[in-house]
Each structure stands twice: as C-alpha cells, then as structure tokens.
DNA sequence: GCTATATAATAGTCAGGGATAGTCAAATTG
DNA sequence: CAATTTGACTATCCCTGACTATTATATAGC
C-alpha cells in the first residue's frame, strides 16, 4: 500500500483492520513491531471522530543518508536479534544485497562473539556493526 | 529430506519430531550436534504460531571448499594486520568483491572491537573472519 | 452567541492466551 | 563413560478484547 502511495499512507484504523482481518488493537501491535522508526518508518496517528493513522517511509533515495540515519540510531548496545532485523531491513531497501547480509549477519552474531564476555558483547556488536556500516558510506 | 528440496527445508518443530518419532526437544540436540556450520549448515527458526525451522546445507563446489580449506587453516587467533592479509587475497581470487572486503575489514578492526580486552582481541577477531567465510559458503 | 457539558467516534494500552521453539538437567542406553 | 533421549520449564510470537484516552460534534444553559 505504501508503495502503491508514493511512500505514504493516511488510513484509519478500523478499515486497515478490516482490510487485514484483524481486530483493531492488531495494528498497533504490527505497528509497533514492524513500522518502527529503525525500520525507516515514521507513523503519526489522532484519536476521536475523524481519527487516521499516516505511516511515511524514509525517503531512501539517498543510501548514504539511509545509512547515516540508521548509524545514529543505534544505541552503544546491540542484541543479535535487534541487529538482525536492521540487516533484512537493508536488504529491503536495496543498501545491501544477500551475501553482505550473509557477511553482516556472521560477524555479528553470538557465536562469533562467543569469546566476549556476554555482559560487553552487545556492546561489541554494535561497535562492529557500526565500523561496517561506516565503511559502506565510503564507496 | 534436504536432498530431495534442494538444499533448503523448512518445517515445523513437531512435524519433524513426529516424523522421527522422538520428542521435540530432540529435534533441537540433532540440529546442535550434527546440522553445526562446521558440518555445513545453517539454521534458522522461529517461535510463536506459524514457527518453523529452516536447515540450508552449504555450498561444497570448489570455492566453497576453497574457503572451507582457508577457514581451517586459520588458527585460534589472528591480528589486524594478517586479517587484512588474507582479505586482500580473497579479493585477489575473485572470492569477494570489493565490497565485501571493506565490509569484512571493517568488521575485524581494532577499531571495532575497541571493547574487547585486549588480550581477546585476536581471539574474537579470528572467530568472526572464520565465521563470515563460513557464511559466505551458503548458497 | 458563547461556553460548558455530554455523546459519539475514533486510536492506544495492556494483560492474557494459544501456538510454537529453546533450554537444561535427569534418566536411559549402548 | 559418552552419547542420546526425555519432559518440565522457559521464551517468543502473534492475536484478542476489555478498558482507557483523546478528539470532534451536538446539545444545553446562560
């Protein structure tokens, strides 16, 4: 849908709802879950009669900016899952293809990690996803 | 089952639990102590309704066996400098992009593993080259 | 007319439940 | 004794519905 309208949508909650089957409260929760502003997505919303919901993409012309973007959002610590679900998104947004993924994915998982302490290792991951990251706006 | 799906299975827990007769859990000891990276694959899984389990087998062409020789090759730790080395040569045998290695460099930077004690650091370094080749052996 | 209040129409929160996979220590097997 | 098997317990994911919060509009009181 987002697609569909030119990286933004203003929609109201229960027709989103009907749209997908679900009951309303379900759009939070996928909102919050998926359409998170790490995923590149900034979603607005008004209550009472009239109510909407808009949802905007990150305009991603600009791989770089992307980049940048996510960089500073990522705090000193990581968990394997959180820096997961930031790799697939770059892959969605075309930053990055499959076996960057595969590279990214690698260095930054547990097992990789598996000499760190465990209470510095979420630290060392971001630091490398980060390095990484650095390194892709250098091209 | 990997044979006949081409590399690659997806399938549930219980599926393959009852499929061999044994408890679920069981599944989980098979994948942990035969289906490893070391062996050659890869898996991934995930929770809640609709979970599943993917196993991939790794790529066994020549360059994968390439890497597979390289990765063993490599001792238990590695410095900076000798990590660059063997990334430069990757590039030189068409077994990375440039790219990649930016990427791989990056990740096995003092700079990235700045958290790491020092005296770990060539310890953590080696395990995550090792671990981004083995990634890049999948197909 | 103007303000205050009630009502309707929305969106948000949160605890709970069902369906899955993961962990781990004890029991069993060979 | 090492490897395997088991099951109780835990973790995670998604969905639901009751309850709450907010906003716009209609109505009442002056």
Redesign the interface.
């Known amino acids: 849908m987002i697609n569909d309208m030119d990286g933004c949508i203003e929609i109201q909650r229960n027709e989103l709802a009907s749209r997908f089957n679900c009951v309303p409260s379900q759009i939070n929760y996928v909102i919050s879950t998926r359409f998170t502003n790490e995923k590149g997505y900034y979603v607005e919303s008004r209550r009472g009669g009239g109510g909407y919901i808009t949802i905007r993409r990150l305009n991603t012309d600009s791989a770089g900016d992307y980049i940048m973007h996510i960089i500073t959002s990522i705090g000193d610590k990581i968990t394997q899952h959180s820096c997961e679900v930031f790799i697939n998104n770059f892959v969605d947004y075309d930053v990055i293809d499959n076996?960057?993924a595969?590279?990214?994915?690698?260095?930054?998982?547990d097992?990789?990690?598996?000499?760190?302490?465990p209470d510095?290792r979420d630290?060392?991951r971001a630091?490398?996803l980060k390095?990484?990251l650095?390194?892709?706006t250098?091209?």
């Open positions: 076996r960057e595969m590279l990214m994915k690698a260095a930054t998982s097992k990789a990690l598996v000499d760190v302490a510095k630290d060392v630091a490398i390095n990484m650095t390194s892709l250098v091209i």
